[in-house]
T-cell receptor, first 116, second 113 residues
């Protein structure tokens, strides 16, 4: 079955270190997203991509970057991890049928990141 | 402003009770999509339903039903004869034509045996 996988599922890192969370989907979806989930804030969009070489900033993009070199992968990099970036991170994808708006977004299982 | 409000932070019911989760949204767009997701204790986000703004038909899927009313900007979710396995956080989300997917704060449902 096609799916979306994230790794690592759990990670503890130190302040100032660079961290990369991997996301891989096998649905051949053009659209991919990264969200973070925090108590009191729900899910907030970090970055998104509508295709290879396309990346866009979301609501809370400061301190994060993404790159899209192929359809299947959208890694999320924390350039210099901060305690405020302790969160649960969800990768997601949706199919693109010409118009990206409104298509169902399917989520990965989440990556729990703790910055100490 | 574009916003989703789930006023019920936590709901606790006893198994077999019916329960309704409220969702009120705000958008000036005439075209938009609404979603419900379930997040069980294991943490993943499971897609439940997608509805576009031009389709006000209610939907039933097993014990789940959704009531979409544009007049009150609401998209409520009812679970009939709740079960312990329904215990989860439920998120309502809005995707307006002029923006990105916006989530509500979520409602935690606890179903006690």
């Amino acid at each position: 079955d096609a799916e979306i996988t994230q790794s690592p599922r759990h990670k503890i890192t130190e302040t100032g270190r660079q961290v990369t969370l991997a996301c891989h989907q096998t649905w051949n979806h053009n659209n991919m997203f990264w969200y973070r989930q925090d108590l009191g804030h729900g899910l907030r969009l970090i970055h998104y991509s509508y295709g290879v070489q396309d990346t866009n900033k979301g609501e809370v993009s400061d301190g994060y970057s993404v790159s899209r070199s192929n359809t299947e992968d959208l890694p999320l990099t924390l350039e210099s991890a901060a305690s405020s970036q302790t969160s649960v991170y969800f990768c997601a994808s949706s199919e693109s049928t010409g118009i990206s708006f409104g298509n169902t977004i399917y989520f990965g299982e989440g990556s729990w990141l703790t910055v100490v | 402003a574009q916003k989703v409000t789930q006023a019920q932070t936590e709901i606790s019911v006893v198994e077999k009770e019916d329960v309704t989760l409220d969702c009120v949204y705000e958008t000036r767009d005439t075209t938009y999509y609404l979603f419900w997701y379930k997040q069980p204790p294991s943490g993943e986000l499971v897609f439940l339903i997608r509805r576009n703004s031009f389709d006000e038909q209610n939907e039933i899927s097993g014990r789940y039903s959704w009531n979409f009313q544009k007049s009150t900007s609401s998209f409520n979710f009812t679970i009939t004869a709740s079960q312990v396995v329904d215990s989860a956080v439920y998120f309502c989300a809005l995707w307006p034509n002029t923006g990105k997917l916006i989530f509500g704060q979520g409602t935690t449902l606890q179903v006690k045996p």
